[in-house]
């Protein structure tokens, strides 16, 4: 359970341990591996990117990268193990492993400020900016936005139906991708 000022987990037994944040958490997600992640929605010593390992509650940082250089928005694993970072204002981190990868404006997504992660069941992984709706494939990203027929560049919610179809909620809008192609559902 994560809250604004504590991370609690309860054992098999149904004893909890508590972990002390400095900030809210916005987003958890668990790694096959039984990592357990922990998006705060603040940068900074002690915040951003945390994870839950043997019992300690730890920024996570590679040679290339430090967690607490990012404000998280929103967490997701993919069906391939790999751990997909949405932020504030730095895009889209993706975690396999100590392997670190970046996807910003300057690389093609809609926005840097990343607000839904979702997978649909093709594999293909889903992400909702202030500016738009990016889908990552191989991992080439391909931007839904305003120029593609959204009303609104700000995708609030995500979700894709059996056929392939993907919905797109924004403030006061529905939208359909389907083969590429955008339709704006009316009230």
């Not at 059996?162 to 919905?167: E, P």
Request: no cysteine; glycine share 14%; proline share 3%.
């Amino acid at each position: 359970l994560g809250g604004s000022t504590a991370l609690v987990r309860w054992n098999r037994g149904g004893v909890s341990e508590t972990y002390p944040v400095k900030a809210p958490i916005s987003s958890l997600a668990r790694t096959p591996d039984g990592t357990l992640w922990v998006g705060l929605f603040e940068e900074g010593p002690g915040l951003g990117l945390q994870e839950l390992r043997d019992g300690v509650l730890k920024t996570f940082v590679t040679p290339h990268f430090d967690g607490s250089t990012i404000s998280v928005t929103s967490l997701m694993v993919d069906r391939d193990g790999n751990l997909w970072v949405g932020t504030d204002a730095s895009g889209v981190v993706r975690i396999h492993g100590d392997a670190v990868e970046r996807y910003r404006q300057t690389d093609g997504l809609s926005g840097d400020s990343v607000w839904a992660l979702f997978e649909d069941r093709e594999g293909i992984v889903w992400a909702g900016t202030t500016s738009g709706i990016d889908s990552f494939r191989d991992p080439r990203v391909v931007t839904f936005s305003a120029v593609q027929g959204l009303g609104k560049d700000l995708a609030a919610g995500i979700l894709a139906s059996r056929d392939g179809t993907v919905w797109v909620a924004n403030n006061g809008s529905l939208y359909r991708i389907k083969n590429g192609s955008v339709t704006s559902i009316g009230t």
